[in-house]
């Protein structure tokens, strides 16, 4: 378990966690008046959180699963990352992927956060790769079944 310091400057309480094994905790849309997102619309929408997050972790921004099968809604850079040194409000970047208008209201969950560990890399630049039996094969090469 790590702490993350959040600053909530929303009408809602802090995100949680839903069940005991979840990975994710939802969003809230901290909103003055409702937003339409129209067909193939996109918008940004503010949460009202403000987040530390510690060197080695990122917060992972995606989609809720239920708005995406029941409404077409979704994050189109999903996941979004958050990193440990960024300090504005988190937004979410929803988009309506269906052919009917979706209203979102203040306070409606509309993405989940997951917070991951990541590792740092450094680049070691070689003149070829390892030859593996996959090669340089990709976009379904491996066949449908």
């Given at each position: 378990m790590i702490i993350i310091k959040i600053i909530n400057t929303s009408k809602h309480?802090?995100?949680?966690?839903?069940t005991a094994l979840s990975a994710g905790m939802d969003l809230r849309a901290n909103l003055d008046e409702p937003v339409v997102l129209e067909p193939l619309d996109r918008k940004l929408i503010p949460t009202g959180l403000y987040v530390e997050i510690p060197e080695g972790y990122e917060g992972q921004v995606r989609p809720r699963s239920g708005l995406a099968?029941?409404?077409?809604?979704?994050?189109?850079?999903?996941?979004?990352?958050?990193d440990a040194d960024y300090r504005g409000e988190l937004g979410v970047i929803l988009i309506n992927l269906s052919k009917e208008n979706f209203t979102i209201n203040d306070g409606d969950r509309i993405a989940q956060l997951v917070i991951a560990k990541h590792e740092t890399i450094v680049w070691e630049e070689v003149a070829e790769l390892q030859e593996t039996q996959r090669g340089a094969g990709g976009y379904g090469s491996s066949g449908i079944k």
């Open positions: 309480e802090l995100p949680e966690y839903k099968l029941k409404h077409g809604i979704s994050c189109p850079n999903s996941p979004g990352t958050v």
